[in-house]
């Protein structure tokens, strides 16, 4: 069974963060991030907060269960929100707070290049909501119309 420090070493590659850039983004020294990492002594809240900011999964680091959100960064979750925006702005019909987070969430999960899978879960998610819009992978869903283009 892993470890705290080596969760928290494997985060930490995973953000491809060397000890001492983990350690200075964090507000501690090397030699301090090197002591987390080998079991030696244990992060406090500021410094796992500052690794909650920076993408780490702070959930994994101190129980070994992954959170939900593991690997999604701001970045990503910006994006899928600007797409989701866009995709009802474009069509001019409202969205509640609910279907549009929702869609971000389907946005934001992995998708299998071509399967066409990601669509599918929007279109799930939006079902029953006949004034959201949806797309993508080549399905655009306005309303309660679906229409597969095989142009993409």
Not at 132 to 145: E, N
């Amino acid at each position: 069974m892993s470890s705290i420090g080596d969760r928290l070493r494997e985060e930490r590659k995973r953000l491809n963060l060397s000890q001492e850039a983990c350690g200075i983004a964090c507000g501690v020294t090397k030699m301090s991030q090197l002591n987390y990492e080998g079991n030696k002594r244990s992060p406090d809240a500021a410094y796992l907060q500052a690794f909650a900011n920076l993408g780490g999964d702070v959930q994994f680091v101190l129980t070994g269960v992954p959170s939900v959100a593991q690997g999604i960064s701001l970045a990503q979750v910006e994006r899928a929100a600007e797409q989701a925006y866009q995709m009802v702005l474009g069509s001019g019909i409202q969205a509640s707070s609910k279907q549009f987070s929702r869609m971000v969430l389907a946005l934001l999960l992995p998708d299998e290049p071509g399967s066409g899978e990601k669509a599918r879960r929007i279109a799930n998610v939006t079902a029953g909501h006949g004034s959201l819009v949806a797309q993508g992978d080549g399905i655009v869903q306005v309303g309660g119309k679906v229409r597969i283009s095989r142009n993409r």
